[in-house]
């Protein structure tokens, strides 16, 4: 057994489903997330959880923009501890830098986050900063960042804690800045740089990860599954959208169903948009008896290709009143804009207190771009008794 309290291989879990994982941290860690409203949104947490099939599974979003790492840790209480997590991801000190607080200061602050972590029976995991290319603001910052990576991959070797590089991946070998193709604004990666972020995480945390997949549909009669035909298999009319679903659209996008794929339980439903100048959406309004205060899961598999600016990805669960007044939604994928290969979106939440129907949406932004579904599933995890 390590000195993190794990032991390398085995499963995280004790009774939950997957790695119950909540990134806590500043803006490279928030990024376009948005957890007080279900939104999740482009950051690497998102990628991480989508490119691993869900067996990272993140509950919470603690980064907060700006933050320090004493900031971070007045916080623990209200924004990580509650969300039970097993796993804490830890990306902190590039605002501390930048204000000049002593490296001996970030360093025991650091200490004091990896305690107060392991205090709640979570594995934490220390990741190094990116590089950062705004050296006019803080004269030797580059350096410092160095310095504070170096000392974070001697500190988890000797706790024998796992460490997540996301210095190297990012940086330009030539000049220390971010390379070219991960460039936003000196600070924070573009998209793509989230990305890379999130694979770089996976690599390091696979062995503590457990085996996990949710509850996907696998046949069209599971009356678990409130949505119809959620393995896309009938297309009776032969328009290229699968029965049970409809096609909102302003023009631009082709459907079609794509079968023969043994990697998933159906059909693909496919979307190819071509300079479409406004969203689309495969929709269906097929949950009627919507309970208040139970608590929903909508899951499924998909990929992307080919996205050009500004085209992204939007699946989206909007709650309304019987009456169809909208209440509130949430997005297990908010404005994605990057290629999934082999993804599996995943999101719980609560029904509101009026709820009575929902309507679900696989939307596909203005643009250019290539999106694919398969076995997308909405339940009610409460009337299940899975909980």
Known sequence: MSASGVTPGAPL????????????????VAWGDNPAVGYR?????????????QRVNYQ????????????MIARFTTDVQPHSPNMVPILAGTNDLVQSVPL???TS?????????????????????PPNNNTGNVTGLPAQIVALNSWIKRYTAAQGLVLVDFYTPLVDPANGHYLAAYFNDGTHPNNAGFVVMAQAFLAAVQSLLPAFLPALPADNVDANNLLADGLFLTDSNSDGVADSWQLLTGGGITPSLVTGDTTIQGNWQKGV?????????????AISAIVPGHR???TGKVKTSTITTPGALIVDCIFKTSGGTAISDFRPIDRLDQPISAGIFYEETIAPATAAIAQIFLQPQAGTGTYQFAQV??????AMGVL
Do not use: E, H
């Open 296 to 298: 929903y899961a909508l």
């Open 109 to 129: 602050n650091l200490i004091t986050m990896v305690k107060m972590v392991r205090s709640i029976g979570a594995v934490p995991v220390l990741c190094t900063l």
């Open 273 to 285: 948009t071509a300079a479409m100048g406004s969203s689309s959406s495969f929709f269906q309004q």
């Open 41 to 53: 949104g482009t950051s690497w947490p998102v990628y991480a959880s989508i490119l691993s099939g």
């Open 13 to 28: 879990l004790a009774g939950r489903p997957a790695c119950n994982c909540v990134p806590w941290g500043d803006s490279l």
């Open 104 to 106: 001996a200061t970030v």
């Open 60 to 71: 919470w979003n603690a980064g907060k923009q700006g933050d320090r790492t004493d900031q």
């Open 377 to 382: 599933g909405m339940y009610d995890l409460t």
